[in-house]
């Protein structure tokens, strides 16, 4: 029997799997809070609805870029190997720090929070109850994926169900409801440039379809199902948010969603009475935890695919047998993550203050992804592409573009905890120091890119 430091990932997803940890990650909490916000920068109810669809459009057009690196390039260090392979080792490993030392530790940590302002407020646990349910939170659903990939699975699988049918019935509620929308006696905002404004918060919502790319190294066939697990998740995804969003403007009309901080909420008060409130309530709990369970799933692997990229931390590079997960890591990310709720708790907004935190790092290193598309083409020209991306290169620049957006305006519109995440992710660089100069989830390691004639074709 292969000891525990030599265990691999082994092929334990389906298809359904997969596109219900997708679904899972993205369908989260932010539906309940963006469309106030989305609305209060829009000027008409068809431009409300317009930016949803468009930002389906775009998360589509993300997923056939990562549907190709994927196919391509299957790899349980998803992000982190593209860029590996892209770039080089050195530029992977600032990732592979940026990702664990902010972006994913700071996307549980948002998401922990959301899900205890919530809990909170169906069962209060005093002032600093919020950060005392986020770290709760953390600490069992780690424990619970690090028990095994079955079990973290089969929770994913039962919570992902729950909040689906929860938001159809909201969608029902929407559609057959006889009520009214209310009278709000609010002046509506001219359609200026804060469309730029609502689009960052519809962009929020659909985030986290690109974890998808952690779960090739453990996916049924990953070369041929990986392209079916994105197209399949994001449309399943865009359905569900453009519907719900109708729902909402059917109920409250968009002077009721600018007026209002919790518009689900709102909606079934109006649709189904008092006990509606409690009944959203209840349902954001769930949407917190399916979103929680499959960050922390996922999140793990970036962690084991690193330490086996550096000399430090040698453990958290181990693949448990028995598990099959990477328990180390799994044991890590929850460590990060509660001292990002211990700091969060001392600002007056823990989820505000993960999200700026998080999103200049965030989009910085997802245009990179999106460029290593166009340099792994170039790079290996003859590596056998079981997808290949519609439209090349028009859909990729696409993509690119969106991605560049979004990272100047992440840091216009963000606070000093933007400035904060940057600098985390400036003291990562000394990592590079600690580089295995052989072997890795990146080989091989090019150092300076060279001309794909000077290549030699990687058949791993």
Not at 204 to 229: D, M, R, S
Request: charged share 10%; with cysteine.
């Amino acid at each position: 029997m292969p000891s525990q430091a030599r265990a691999e990932p082994q092929s334990s997803l389906s298809v359904f799997d997969a596109v219900t940890i997708m679904v899972g990650l993205v369908l989260g909490i932010g539906i309940f809070r963006a469309p106030s916000i989305v609305a209060a920068n829009v000027g008409t109810e068809f431009s409300f609805i317009a930016v949803w669809v468009a930002g389906g459009v775009i998360t589509l057009v993300g997923a056939l870029c990562y549907a190709e690196l994927s196919a391509a390039h299957p790899h349980a260090g998803g992000e982190y190997h593209f860029l590996s392979r892209a770039y080089g080792k050195r530029v992977a490993m600032l990732f592979g720090w940026a990702r664990c030392g902010v972006i994913q530790a700071g996307a549980i940590a948002g998401v922990a929070f959301l899900l205890g302002d919530y809990a909170g407020a169906v069962f209060p646990l005093g002032p600093h109850g919020s950060a005392l349910y986020a770290a709760i939170a953390i600490i069992l659903l780690t424990g619970v994926n690090v028990i095994g990939t079955v079990q973290g699975k089969r929770l994913q699988v039962i919570v992902t169900l729950i909040e689906i049918v929860a938001i159809v019935a909201i969608i029902g509620f929407g559609f057959f409801s006889s009520a009214e929308p209310p009278a709000v006696p609010r002046p509506v905002a001219p359609e200026t440039a804060a469309l730029g404004m609502a689009m960052i918060f519809v962009l929020l919502t659909y985030g986290g379809w690109n974890e998808a790319a952690y779960l090739t190294g453990e996916l049924e066939n990953a070369p041929h199902n990986i392209a079916k697990v994105l197209v399949l998740g994001t449309a399943i995804l865009v359905a569900l948010y453009v519907l719900a969003n109708m729902a909402l403007l059917s109920i409250l009309g968009l002077e009721g969603l600018r007026a209002s901080d919790t518009v689900v909420a709102d909606m079934m008060r109006l649709a189904a009475g008092p006990s509606g409130a409690m009944i959203v309530s209840l349902g954001i709990v769930v949407a917190g935890i399916s979103t929680l369970n499959a960050t922390i799933f996922t999140g793990g692997r970036i962690y084991f695919a690193m330490a086996r990229d550096l000399t430090l931390l040698p453990r958290v590079g181990e693949w448990n047998a028995r598990g099959k997960n990477p328990v180390n890591g799994l044991i890590l990310q929850a460590v990060l993550s509660l001292v990002l709720v211990a700091l969060g708790a001392t600002t007056p907004d823990g989820f505000k203050a993960m999200v700026d935190y998080t999103a200049p790092v965030f989009w910085g290193f997802l245009l990179l992804v999106g460029l290593a598309l166009f340099m792994l083409r170039w790079r290996e020209p003859d590596r056998p592409l079981p997808y290949r991306v519609p439209l090349y290169p028009l859909t990729p620049i696409l993509f690119c573009l969106t991605c560049a957006y979004m990272l100047h305006a992440s840091i216009v519109y963000t606070g000093m905890s933007a400035l904060l995440g940057l600098a985390v992710l400036a003291a990562g660089t000394p990592l590079l120091l600690f580089r295995r100069r052989e072997g890795g989830v990146g080989q091989p390691d090019p150092g300076l890119i060279t001309p794909p004639s000077n290549q030699k074709r990687d058949l791993t």
